[in-house]
C-alpha cells in the first residue's frame, strides 16, 4: 500500500463569441443545451476520423470487431450507419457539417446532425419499420428518446453561458475543432452508476479540444473550480518563490520511466487536490497520514521551510517485489530549520524502536527508514531536500552535483526548460517507458491495458491561471502512439 501511495503522489507531483471562422457552421449552436457532457465535432467526416483511431489504439487487434458491433447498431436502427460519411450522406445529412451529442441528465440525451436534404432525411425516416423520434429545426435534426427533448422549445446555447465562455477563450476555441465539455453533474451520475469512490466537486466545469493526427493525440483543456475552498488553494498554489538554480533534472542521468516537475507551493497544490478528491481516492491525505505514522508530520515540519521547484523521477516499479526506485528534490528556504526536524524525527523514530539506517555521502547525513522491501532515504544536498527510495540511485544523484555533470534535462520535451527559465507556475509529466505504467491497476479505470500498449509517450503539461475574480487549470496533454 505504501507503494502504491508513492506511486501515485509522483505521478500527481504529475470568452465571449465576438466573432467565428467563416469556414465553421455556427447555426448549431443554439441546439447545444448546456448539457453534463458535449461533445461537438465540426463535421462527420471529422467526428468519424477521430473516434475511429481513438478505438482503434484503445482496442488494439479487437478494433474491427468492435466498430463492427457499434456500425451494426446503428445501422439496425436507421437502415444507415449515419455515423459513416458516405452512408449519412445517401440518406439526407450533410456529413461535411457539425454533429454533436448532448448529455443532459441519466437517461435524458440527444443527437444532432446537419440535414443537406431536408425530404430525403423524412422520407428515409418515416419509412423505418420501427419509428426512430426525431424533430427537425430549421437546418438540424435532433434524435432522442426523450419527450422532453422533442417537445423542447426553448433553446440557448451553451455558447452563450459566462461559464462556456471564460472556458474556452482560455483554450482557443474556435468552431471549426472538436470539443469536449463536461460539468461535475456527469462524473457524479457516473460514480452512482459506475460505483465508485472518486467524487468532483459540485459545479465544476472543464472544456477541452481535441485532435488525433499523425499518430498523436493531443487534448488542451482548461479547468474551472467552483468550490471557494478550491479556488482559496489554487490562488495559495501561486504563491511560489524565485525559481532557483538547481533541480534534480540538472543532474539526473539515465532514461527514467517518469520524469516530472512542478513549480507551485506544494502545500497548498496538495491541499487542492484533496480539497477535490474528497474521498481520498487518490490517497494524498492517506499518504500524510502514513508519513505521521513514520514519525514525519510533512505539514508542520516541512512545508513551511519548502519553496521553489519540485523535481521527481521514477525508474522502476515491481508489484510482484513491491519495490520502487523514486528520486525527488525541493529547494528550502530554511534549511536550518528543515535538518534539526530531521534530525530530530530520527532520534524520536529510534527511541520507538524504528529501524533507521545512517549514510555519509560527500559530507551529507542521508536517513534511511526501512520500510519492508523498501527504504526511504531523506536527506539534503545544496540547499535541497532530498527523498529516494533506492540508494544507488540516491548515491549516483549526489555525485553527478557534486561533479557539476550534466543530466538528461536537454532530452526531454522543449516546455522542460521552459518551465525552468520562465518560472510559469504549473507543472510537468512526462512518461517515455510506457511498460512501467502498465503496472498500476488504478490507471485501468481510466484506459484499457490494450491502450497503454500502444502508446509511447506522455507529454503532460498544466499551468495554474489566475484571471482576476477566477482561477483555473489549464492542461495540455500530448499522446504519442507507437506507429
Not at 138 to 146: A, C, N, T
Not at 332 to 359: A, Q
Amino acid at each position: 500500500m505504501f507503494i502504491k501511495k508513492i506511486t501515485l503522489f509522483g505521478i500527481l507531483v504529475v470568452g465571449v463569441f465576438s466573432s467565428f471562422p467563416s469556414h465553421a457552421n455556427t447555426n448549431i449552436i443554439p441546439y447545444l443545451l448546456d448539457g453534463s457532457l458535449v461533445i461537438y465535432h465540426p463535421s462527420i467526416t471529422e467526428a468519424t476520423a477521430t473516434w475511429s483511431a481513438l478505438l482503434k489504439k484503445m482496442n488494439g487487434i479487437e478494433y474491427e470487431n468492435i466498430l463492427a458491433q457499434v456500425q451494426f447498431k446503428i445501422r439496425d436502427k436507421m437502415s444507415v450507419n449515419v455515423l459513416n460519411p458516405f452512408e449519412a450522406e445517401s440518406i439526407g445529412i450533410d456529413a461535411s457539417k457539425p454533429v454533436a451529442y448532448v448529455h443532459l441528465r441519466p437517461k435524458v440525451g440527444y443527437a444532432v446532425f446537419t440535414i443537406k436534404n431536408k425530404a430525403l432525411v423524412q422520407n428515409t425516416l418515416d419509412r423505418l419499420e420501427t419509428p426512430i423520434p426525431y424533430r427537425i429545426e430549421g437546418d438540424f435534426i435532433i434524435f432522442s428518446s426523450s419527450l422532453e427533448v422533442l417537445e423542447y422549445t426553448e433553446f440557448k446555447g451553451l455558447a452563450y453561458t459566462e461559464e462556456f465562455q471564460k472556458i474556452t477563450d482560455m483554450i482557443k476555441f474556435d468552431w471549426s475543432k472538436n470539443l469536449l465539455w463536461m460539468d461535475s453533474s456527469y462524473f457524479q451520475d457516473k460514480q452512482i452508476a459506475d460505483d465508485t469512490t472518486f467524487t468532483i466537486p459540485q459545479g465544476d466545469r472543464i472544456a477541452g479540444i481535441f485532435e488525433v493526427k499523425d499518430n498523436q493525440l493531443v487534448i488542451d483543456m482548461y479547468t474551472l473550480y467552483d468550490d471557494p475552498q478550491i479556488n482559496k488553494q489554487l490562488k495559495n498554489s501561486r504563491k511560489v518563490a524565485p525559481v532557483q538554480k538547481l533541480t534534480l533534472l540538472d543532474y539526473g542521468f539515465g532514461t527514467p520511466a517518469i520524469v516530472g516537475q512542478m513549480y507551485v507551493n506544494v502545500e497548498s497544490f496538495l491541499q487542492m487536490i484533496s480539497a477535490i478528491d474528497s474521498s481520498d481516492y487518490l490517497d494524498v491525505e492517506r499518504l500524510e497520514k502514513d508519513m505521521v505514522s513514520l514519525g514525519i508530520n510533512m505539514k508542520t515540519q516541512f512545508y513551511p521551510y519548502l519553496k521553489g521547484r519540485l523535481s521527481y523521477s521514477l525508474r522502476e516499479y515491481n508489484p510482484e517485489k513491491n519495490t520502487i526506485n523514486v528520486l525527488a528534490s525541493i529547494e528550502m528556504s530554511n534549511k536550518v530549520k528543515v535538518v534539526n526536524n530531521l534530525k530530530e524525527i530520527v532520534r524520536e523514530s529510534v527511541e520507538k524502536g524504528m529501524k533507521i539506517e545512517y549514510r555519509d555521502y560527500f559530507t551529507q547525513q542521508f536517513y534511511g527508514w526501512v520500510l519492508g522491501d523498501v527504504t526511504l532515504w531523506i536527506g539534503t544536498v545544496e540547499d535541497h531536500l532530498i527523498v529516494a527510495t533506492d540508494e544507488a540511485t540516491l548515491f549516483q544523484l549526489i555525485q553527478n552535483i557534486y561533479n557539476a555533470k550534466d543530466g538528461f534535462l536537454r532530452k526531454l520535451p522543449p516546455s522542460f526548460s521552459r518551465l525552468i527559465n520562465n518560472g510559469v507556475v504549473g507543472g510537468q509529466f512526462y512518461l517515455q517507458n510506457p511498460s512501467f505504467i502498465q503496472n498500476i491497476k488504478l490507471l485501468d479505470n481510466f484506459f484499457p491495458f490494450s491502450f497503454w500498449v500502444s502508446v509511447k509517450s506522455v507529454a503532460w503539461d498544466f499551468y495554474l491561471i489566475d484571471k482576476g475574480n477566477y482561477v483555473g487549470r489549464r492542461d495540455i496533454v500530448n499522446i504519442e502512439f507507437v506507429k
